[in-house]
Each structure stands twice: as C-alpha cells, then as structure tokens.
C-alpha cells in the first residue's frame, strides 16, 4: 500500500523551495547542484528527490510558487490606482530576493514547456501595470505604453540589488518615491 503524504508535505515542501531559491541564487542556478541545495536546506539529497525529480522542477516549483503570490498580491491590488499597485510589487518581494534574482536569472534556463506558465504569470503582472497606466494618461498606447510599463519594472524590480534593509528608505518610501517618479514622467509623455 503507498504511503500517504505527511502532515507537513507542504511546509516541507516550501523551506525546500526557500533554502534552494538562497542557495541557487548565490552561486548561480547553471553552477549549483542538488547537493549543495539539500545541504542549504539541512536535508539529504534523497530528501530532496522524494520532493522533486530534478533541479529543473524545483527551480520551476520555486518560480511558479514566487510568481503566483506575486501575481494574487499585483490582482488584490489592481483596483488600489498605481500607487497601491507599486506599494503591493514590492510588499511582495520582500523576503524573496533569491526567488526574485532566480526570476530574472534562471527562468530561460527551464525547457519552453515549464517557462510557458511561467511567463503567463510575468504577461498577467504586465498587463496589470500597463492598465493601471493606461489609467494614469490614457493617451499612452502601443509601444510607449509597453516601454513604459516595462520601465516600471525596471525601476522595482532592482529594488534587492541595491536596497540594504535598515539603511536608506523604507519599502514603503521607496514605493512612494517610485510612484511619484513614474507619475511625473507620466504627466511628460
């Protein structure tokens, strides 16, 4: 008779995702191994292969898991005008910096079938912010409106690289920065 999932499977299975994401992040997701990642985690490699078949899946796990809060987050916050939408972009990459880096580093690594759902999730983030900016000067369209929406982007999604939590602004001053930042280039297009 097969054994029944544990109790703990989905708590398991998301320090997994979070100690992998740390170690995958800090030494390049090309150059890391499962062993390196079930030793971040504090866990055999056999632990780690019950959870996941491959290093693929479980970038692909850590990917869609990030990408999914962000996008329930982005969707709660679609209604809130543009400065709620910034403030809830980077409310949630807070505490997932390597999952974030990962994003931007990894994601092509993955085959075409495990980046296609993941990259639905990056176009629905997308077309939430080319609304909410459509919204701030409905005269933006077609390309300026793309090159715009993926300039925002630019401007949050480096927020990690640079931000050191305790010294500068806070998240939520930075959020307002950026939306002041982007409203003001708004109004000039």
């Given at each position: 008779m097969p054994r029944g999932v544990a109790r703990d499977h989905d708590e398991k299975r998301a320090a997994?995702?979070?100690g992998a994401a740390r170690y995958f992040a800090r030494h390049g997701y090309d150059r890391a191994s499962m062993t390196g990642a079930a030793r971040e985690c504090g866990v055999s490699k056999a632990l780690i292969y019950h959870y996941y078949d491959s290093?693929?899946?479980l970038l692909f796990d850590i990917?869609?898991?990030?990408?999914s809060e962000l996008s329930e987050s982005v969707e709660a916050a679609r209604h809130d005008a543009l400065a709620g939408l910034i403030r809830a972009i980077?409310?949630?990459?807070?505490d997932a910096d390597a999952e974030h880096k990962?994003?931007?580093?990894?994601?092509a690594t993955l085959p075409p079938d495990m980046q296609e759902p993941l990259l639905d999730l990056q176009r629905g983030l997308v077309g939430i912010m080319s609304d909410a900016l459509k919204a701030e000067n409905p005269a933006l369209a077609g390309d300026?409106?793309?090159?715009?929406?993926?300039?925002?982007?630019?401007?949050?999604?480096?927020?990690?690289m640079w931000n050191r939590p305790g010294k500068g602004l806070?998240?939520?001053?930075?959020a307002d920065l950026?939306?002041?930042?982007?409203?003001?280039?708004?109004v000039a297009l």
């Open positions: 997994l995702r979070k290093k693929e899946d990917l869609q898991s990030h990408l980077l409310a949630a990459y807070a990962l994003q931007l580093d990894a994601l300026r409106l793309r090159a715009a929406t993926m300039s925002v982007f630019g401007i949050l999604n480096w927020f990690y806070s998240r939520a001053e930075y950026a939306t002041d930042f982007v409203r003001g280039g708004l």
